[in-house]
Nanobody, 115 residues
């Protein structure tokens, strides 16, 4: 069974930082690319970043240079370090993994950027 559990969201002022964490099932974490998505109110869910088992990363253009995705194999955890946050980064952030059978999602964690 695939389990993805996010944490680390909250309220932060513009320009601030947050670090999101996603704890994943061990077999999933060591086999597949892990990704972060987000969904703002009234908008479709969008891709944010991903990291392969080998550590190769990709980002949506809007977060390049501000967000960093990383993974800790010892803890089966993927992180999203978010710096220089903007109001438009406000969204529910989801951890996700695509397997041959399905795409799985965590429950999401709310990030609100506001003064």
């Amino acid at each position: 069974q695939v389990q993805l559990v996010e944490s680390g969201g909250g309220l932060v002022q513009p320009g601030g930082s947050l670090r999101l964490s996603c704890a994943a099932s061990g077999s999933i974490f060591n086999t597949y690319t892990m990704a972060w998505y987000r969904q703002a109110p009234g908008k479709q869910r969008e891709y944010v970043a991903e990291i392969t088992v080998g550590g190769v990363t990709n980002y949506v253009d809007s977060v390049k240079g501000r967000f960093t995705i990383s993974r800790d194999s010892a803890k089966n955890t993927v992180y999203l370090q978010m710096n220089s946050l903007r109001p438009e980064d406000t969204a529910v952030y989801y951890c996700s993994v695509l397997t041959p059978s399905s795409r799985f999602w965590g429950q999401g964690t709310q990030v609100t950027v506001s003064s």
